[in-house]
C-alpha cells in the first residue's frame, strides 16, 4: 500500500481510505473492515449524517469484535450538515463530535473535517470548537471538505491549529480542478476556475486532497466504469489496466494517485474484492503518457 504524509502532520497514512458511507448496507461489516485492513487500508472515514449515525455505530461494533487495535488505524470523521442547513456554530461541531465518539465506541477521532461550506461561518467559532475538542484530547488533526481557498484563508483568521485535508470530488470524470489549471488563458469551457485553483493551492499548503465519489459522473448519476455512454472511455481503461495488470477500477484509482499531489482516494464499495483491486492498484504508477491518454479518452482536449 502506498503511503502519504498526512498534510503537515506527521502521520504516514494509506493512500487508499475506505470510505464508511455505504457501511450499513454491508452484509459482513467486520469483514469489510478486516479486509481492508489486511490490504494496508489503515485509514477509514466517517461522516455524523452517514446513515444517520448508523454507520458509525456500525463500524464501533466491527472494531470492537474485530482483533484490530484502535492504534493502528486512523479515524476521520465530519460534521457541519445538518437537515436544511450547514451548521459551524461551536455548539453543534462539539455536539457533533462527542456524538460521534459514543457511536463509534473511542475516546478519540484522528481527523475532523468540515463537511460542506456554511455561508453562516463565524471563525472565531469553529476555533473555539477546535481548541477545546483539542485540549480534550477527543480530535488530533482538523480539516475541511469542498472548500475553497478563500474559505480555507478566512477560516485560518481564527484557526490556529493546521488545516491537513480536504475532501474533493476527483476522478476521471470529474477534473475540474486539472482542467482550469491546462487551459490558462483560454476562454473555452474547461478554463473556468469553479473552485479558486484549490489544486495548486492545496499543493502550496501541503493539505492533503481526499478524492470522493472518484468512479462516479455528473452529480451521483452513476459510476462511468463500464458505463455504455463512454465507450471511447472504457475501451482505453481496459487497454491500458491490461497493460498494468490491474482493472479498470484499479487503473481509476492509480489515475488519481500518479497526481504529484499526493491525493488520497475515498474507496466507498463495501464489496471485498473491489477493496483489493483497489488497495494492490495504489502502488501502480502510470505513465505521463498513459495518464493524458485516459484523460483525453474522458473526452477533455488539450489546447
Known amino acids: ?167 474533493l470530488q476527483f476522478g476521471i470524470k470529474h477534473t475540474e480542478m486539472v482542467d482550469q489549471g491546462i487551459h490558462v488563458n483560454m476562454t473555452d469551457t474547461g478554463s473556468f476556475d469553479h473552485d479558486g485553483s484549490v489544486l495548486d493551492y492545496s499543493r502550496l499548503k501541503k493539505m492533503t486532497i481526499q478524492a470522493w465519489s472518484p468512479y462516479q459522473y455528473g452529480f451521483f448519476e452513476g459510476v462511468f466504469l463500464g458505463n455504455e455512454k463512454f465507450p471511447e472511455l472504457n475501451k482505453k481503461m481496459e487497454e491500458v489496466a491490461e497493460k498494468y495488470n490491474t482493472t479498470p477500477t484499479g487503473l481509476a484509482t492509480a489515475w488519481i494517485l500518479r497526481h504529484p499531489a499526493n491525493m488520497q482516494v475515498i474507496a466507498g464499495t463495501m464489496n471485498l474484492g473491489r477493496i483489493e483491486e483497489i488497495a494492490k492498484a495504489s502502488e501502480i504508477v502510470l505513465s505521463r503518457e498513459d495518464w493524458y491518454a485516459i484523460y483525453l479518452a474522458a473526452g477533455n482536449i488539450l489546447p
Not at 455536539?95 to 468540515?114: P, Q
Request: aromatic letters at 8%; charged letters at 25%; a negative charge.
Open 1 to 167: 500500500m502506498k503511503k502519504i504524509q498526512f498534510g503537515t502532520s506527521d502521520l504516514n497514512a494509506a493512500s487508499v481510505i475506505l470510505g464508511c458511507m455505504r457501511m450499513n448496507n454491508a452484509e459482513d461489516p467486520q469483514r469489510v473492515l478486516e479486509t481492508a485492513f489486511d490490504q494496508g487500508i489503515d485509514f477509514y472515514d466517517h461522516a455524523d449524517i452517514y446513515g444517520g449515525g448508523e454507520c458509525e455505530t456500525i463500524f464501533g461494533k466491527a472494531l470492537r469484535d474485530s482483533s484490530i487495535s484502535r492504534d493502528d488505524i486512523i479515524l476521520q470523521t465530519k460534521c457541519g450538515i445538518r437537515k436544511g442547513m450547514f451548521d459551524f456554530s461551536k455548539e453543534h461541531i462539539v455536539t457533533s463530535v462527542e456524538e460521534s465518539l459514543k457511536r463509534l465506541g473511542v475516546d478519540y477521532v484522528d481527523a475532523l473535517l468540515l463537511h460542506r461550506p456554511d455561508t453562516l461561518v463565524e471563525p472565531e467559532e469553529v476555533a473555539a470548537a477546535f481548541d477545546q475538542l483539542e485540549q480534550q484530547g477527543k480530535v488530533k488533526y482538523f480539516g475541511v471538505s469542498n472548500q475553497k481557498p478563500m474559505q480555507i484563508e478566512l477560516l485560518k483568521t481564527a484557526v490556529k491549529q493546521p488545516l491537513v485535508a480536504n475532501q
